[in-house]
């Protein structure tokens, strides 16, 4: 059913239903006053009582009360005044009639008029766009899918580009679907509207997902204008809102990556306590809590001499110590008409008993796996492809010659960094850093 044209025609009809009552009160009431006769029952009555007055005039000259003369002049006194009275009648009705043939016209061009000057000042005035099938959905947001909801919620601010809740939820959409890019552009408009530091952090996270999870963060980032100061941009969103969950998290990860273990522990302390117990997300926190514990110990332990060789190194030195994980990925047969050229393919390394946050990230369109050789494609992770200078495998190298990581491949249909229900997957056993000949076979889904 089409919902804006039904609803144009209940408008159309119930409009017309009313002009023709109207209508119709009035062409009755202009028969009646025009069937009426000038002298009916007013005039008859006017009569009557000049009538009257000239018997008690005859029965004064009867009597003796008058003369002759008087009651002739009284007489013709009465019939003027009859005379004029009915004139008058006549000329009253008269006018009634066109006064009210002129009001009958104007009334039935006012009502003609009627449905378009409603129609403009609703074009004018209204919310048109509330009739846009797509528009009038969300009103019912909770059930659409994010695509149905991204739709609707672009062509809103096609006509409404200053609503901020529209741009906010629109960044949070197409984020949870992998679209950095928009998203970042999206919150970039909700910032601009608002200067809210959280949203200008959202817009952070979304652009450096965008890159592959490098976060630029520091006084020494990219300089880039769009990425920004990451750390004065948490640091404004955590005077802004220090109890922001999202903040929360993405501060402590930045400190984490920075080596200030202690910070990032005050952080997702703090966030913990907002999570249900024994939740997913509790869980999460927790495994990052434990690796910061550990990795505050073992910063601890550290000796200055060490710290100092390490600080003195050479470029060339530091260049040479890159860790690397070198291997290839794989796609199972019988997963292959799962994945399409569209699709992205995730490689990434990850701490074992650490935080979730890589240490280093592969983005690849799927279509690269599919035209492979087999299906398979060599990756190196390096520091290259480190979030940060101080989350990457080297660093982790630094502070314990002993860590694991697991190697992880995705592929994701939504293009989400974060796991969901049908992409397919594989995982490495905990692996040595600087390990060689990782093989990963993409042959489970996610469920």
Do not use: C
Not at 155 to 162: E, Y
Not at 273 to 283: D, I, M, R, W
Request: charged share 20%; hydrophobic share 45%; glycine share 6%.
């Amino acid at each position: 059913m089409n919902v804006p044209l039904v609803f144009v025609a209940l408008a159309v009809l119930l409009t017309l239903s009313v002009v023709a009552v109207l209508a119709r009160s009035l062409w009755r009431a202009a028969a009646q006053l025009t069937e009426a006769k000038p002298v009916d029952d007013q005039a008859q009555s006017s009569a009557a009582i000049y009538k009257e007055a000239l018997k008690e005039l005859d029965a004064e000259r009867e009597a003796g009360q008058i003369t002759e003369s008087e009651w002739a002049h009284s007489r013709d006194e009465i019939a003027k005044r009859l005379t004029q009275d009915l004139s008058v009648e006549s000329r009253s009705m008269a006018m009634d009639r066109h006064l009210f043939k002129r009001l009958q016209w104007g009334t039935a061009v006012g009502l003609l008029l009627l449905l378009p000057l409603a129609f403009g000042l609703y074009q004018k005035l209204g919310e048109t766009d509330a009739m846009d099938p797509d528009v009038m959905a969300l009103s019912q947001a909770d059930h659409l899918s994010p695509e149905a909801l991204e739709r609707a919620l672009t062509k809103r601010l096609a006509s409404r580009p200053a609503d901020v809740e529209a741009w906010v939820v629109l960044a949070r959409v197409q984020r949870a679907q992998g679209q950095f890019e928009a998203a970042s552009y999206s919150f970039d408009r909700a910032f601009r509207l608002t200067q809210d530091p959280v949203l200008n952090l959202e817009r952070l996270e979304a652009t450096a997902m965008q890159r592959g999870g490098r976060l630029n963060g520091g006084s020494g980032g990219s300089g880039d204008p769009v990425v920004g100061d990451a750390d004065a941009i948490i640091q404004a969103a955590l005077a802004a809102d220090p109890n922001n969950s999202r903040v929360l998290l993405l501060s402590g990860q930045v400190a984490f990556a920075n080596g200030d273990f202690t910070q990032a522990l005050v952080h997702w302390r703090q966030l913990l306590a907002q999570l249900p117990p024994e939740s997913a997300g509790a869980k999460a926190v927790e495994q990052a809590l434990s690796a910061a514990q550990q990795q505050g110990g073992r910063l601890a332990k550290t000796t200055p001499g060490a710290q100092a060789s390490n600080a003195s190194q050479s470029p060339q030195a530091a260049h040479a110590n890159t860790v690397t994980l070198k291997g290839r990925v794989a796609l199972a047969p019988h997963l292959l008409k799962q994945v399409a050229p569209q699709d992205t393919l995730f490689i990434t390394a990850v701490e074992v008993g650490g935080p979730p946050m890589p240490l280093a990230v592969i983005r690849r369109p799927a279509s690269d796996l599919l035209q492979a050789k087999n299906q398979t494609l060599d990756f190196l992770l390096d520091d290259e492809s480190a979030m940060s200078p101080q989350a990457s495998l080297s660093a982790l190298s630094r502070r314990s010659a002993g860590a694991q990581v697991w190697v992880r491949a995705r592929i994701s249909k939504s293009g989400n960094p974060i796991a969901q229900s049908g992409d397919l997957k594989a995982q490495s056993a905990p692996l040595k850093l600087g390990t060689t000949g990782v093989v990963l076979t993409l042959s489970e889904v996610v469920p």
